[in-house]
């Protein structure tokens, strides 16, 4: 069974810092990683998906990597501000023959960029 | 750009009623999926249809049940609600083989008392 370990839980850093959030998986046999933010009580927004053929996907001061061979990913956020404050969360598309996989996601990583 | 809607977005119901969430998926996306998020919790998955027949199961208890429509809608029925279904339900649409990032809805808010 898929497992997915976000580190670190939580992260509390000066605005302007650049900082790398973490995510790792016990099956490397995967379609694609996808990055999502959650806002307090709120949905989840698509920040980066990756496949399992890419080595890495930017946008913007986004960067999200992915070392499928170790089980990693890695969310690169530069020059971070108050309003990226959010819970960043990690997910994982099991490889199989069927096109609608359900995600397995990791408890997340709580941000808090202080002003 | 239109995104996945969800109704209702808050509902209260005692325990043992019976609840239904509905989905619009992306305009001209075929998949949609279920999830379930726990306060303080991970979404979990719960089950998902493509081109309305369903396709891949999760953790979905057999006191729910889901269908996806002629017109992509999707919607999920819960019967004898207990306590510990009170949780945020979202929905995510997605296109196969474009892409495929799934989309999430803002979620439906569930309170069982």
């Known amino acids: 069974k898929q497992e997915v370990t976000q580190i670190p839980a939580a992260l509390s850093v000066p605005e302007g810092e650049n900082l790398v959030l973490n995510c790792s998986f016990t099956d490397s046999a995967i379609y694609n990683l996808q990055w999502f933010r959650q806002d307090p009580g709120k949905g989840l927004t698509s920040l980066l998906l990756i496949q399992s053929s890419q080595r890495e996907q930017t946008s913007g001061r986004l960067n999200a990597s992915l070392d499928k061979s170790s089980g990693r990913s890695t969310l690169y956020i530069a020059a971070s501000q108050p309003g990226d404050s959010a819970t960043y969360l990690c997910a994982v598309r099991p490889k199989s023959g069927g096109g609608a996989d359900g995600l397995t996601f990791g408890k997340g990583t709580h941000l808090i960029i202080q002003p | 750009a239109a995104g996945v809607i969800q109704s209702p977005r808050h509902l209260i119901k005692e325990k043992r009623e019976t609840a239904t969430l509905k989905c619009y998926p992306i305009p001209r996306h075929d998949t949609v999926y279920w999830y379930q998020q726990g306060p303080g919790q991970d979404p979990q998955f719960l089950i998902s249809?493509?081109?309305?027949?369903?396709?891949d199961k999760g953790s979905i208890p057999d006191r729910f049940s889901a269908q996806q429509f002629s017109d992509y809608h999707s919607e999920l029925n819960m019967s004898s609600l207990e306590l510990g279904d009170s949780a945020l339900y979202f929905c995510a649409s997605s296109l196969i083989g474009i892409g495929e990032t799934q989309y999430f809805g803002p979620g439906t808010r569930l309170l069982v008392l």
């Open positions: 249809f493509y081109e309305k027949m369903q396709s």
